[in-house]
């Protein structure tokens, strides 16, 4: 009985508990389910983790696209101020430029010359250099002189004996500069030296001769008269170059020439323009040195002083005396002649 008792129990037991064998299913299915509720609050820090991580970046690159946006309209800005100072440069250049004048019919030119005859003195064209208004080079040719050349003068003009070997024959350099400066207006410094050289003189209202600007030169103190100033000097006081600091090169000399101009191109042309007479002399003459004290000097003193110079105009553009005595052409006799074809 006590058997059968027990065995009830057990059925009974079974009967109470009908999924009495699945318990442990039961406890194992659920115990995934509280793993994942327990790891749920880790999984929520990790995403708000991953949020602000996300928020942070997305911030720091809002701030990455402010400041690109903010160069890029500095730089807008930028190219705004640089394309405003570039038409203010064009104004103030326009402004300097004779708007009545074609740019494309300026030419500067500088020669260089050797010395021929007995003593060497007499100047003859052996480099003739030509520039246009931009300062590019049309022409720029080494001439084999007619005559001997008894002085290269190789420290100022750079000339030597194996320059000229393969030089251009005289008659052939005018034929070609001639056809160039054809119609044209010519800038040079003491113009009338290459001019003579080159055997051709253009118009005079084709001349723009920086030596003869009235306010490229100067006056002594308490003078009348106006001296031209050296290429040289010119350069560096009015352009800042420096030039001819030892052989010179007659391209180099054309474009500081040409720059010259084009600093006085407005007034120059001005003044051309609405005077009907300008003489030998252009502008407005540089106003008269205040008088400084100074030593009296000797009357042998001030008369070599003033020879010293190599040019002299009045205010009107009339030459000195002693200009006019010194630009005479220097003619060989016939005695020197022959010696120098003998010596050919």
């Known amino acids: 009985m006590a058997g059968k008792r027990k065995l009830g129990n057990a059925s009974g037991d079974a009967a109470k508990q009908p999924n009495g064998g699945k318990k442990h299913k039961r406890n194992g299915v659920k115990k995934p389910a509280l793993a994942a509720a327990a790891a749920a609050p880790a999984l929520k820090k990790v995403a708000i983790q991953a949020n602000s991580n996300w928020l942070a970046l997305k911030a720091n690159i809002q701030k990455k696209d402010q400041k690109h946006g903010a160069k890029k309209h500095d730089l807008d800005m930028h190219a705004h101020k640089q394309k405003a100072r570039v038409m203010k440069q064009e104004q103030r250049k326009q402004q300097k430029t004779a708007e009545w004048i074609d740019n ?14 007995l003593s060497g003195k007499t100047s003859v064209l052996a480099r003739c250099s030509i520039v246009d208004y931009d300062g590019n080079v049309v022409y720029d040719k080494h001439v084999r002189p007619v005559e001997k050349v008894t002085d290269f003068r190789t420290h100022v003009s750079g000339i030597r004996s194996h320059t000229l070997k393969n030089a251009i024959p005289f008659a052939q350099c005018l034929k070609e500069v001639g056809k160039i400066m054809k119609d044209k207006i010519i800038v040079g410094h ?6 003579q050289a080159l055997m051709f003189t253009p118009p005079k209202n084709m001349i723009r001769d920086t030596a003869r600007y009235r306010p490229y030169m100067r006056r002594k103190m308490n003078g009348t008269k106006l001296y031209p100033k050296s290429l040289k000097n010119l350069a560096e006081e009015v352009l800042g170059l420096q030039i001819q600091s030892g052989e010179h090169d007659s391209v180099e000399d054309a474009r500081a020439t040409l720059q010259l101009y084009k600093n006085e191109q407005f007034a120059w042309e001005k003044y051309l323009r609405s005077t009907k007479n300008p003489g030998s002399l ?48 220097l003619v060989p006799d016939a005695k020197e002649l022959a010696i120098m074809e003998y010596g050919e």
């Not at 494309?104 to 005859?117: K, P, R, T, Y």
């Not at 003491?190 to 001019?195: E, G, M, Q, T, V």
């Open 190 to 195: 003491a113009l009338k030296n290459d001019f």
């Open 104 to 117: 494309a019919q300026i030419l500067a030119m500088d020669c260089e010359m050797v010395g021929v005859g």
């Open 282 to 329: 252009a502008g407005v003459a540089p106003a008269l040195p205040r008088a400084a004290e100074k030593p009296k000097q000797s009357a042998e003193l001030k008369k070599a002083l003033d020879l010293s110079d190599d040019e002299g105009f009045s205010d009107d553009g009339e030459e000195s005396a002693e200009l006019k005595k010194s630009s005479k052409l």
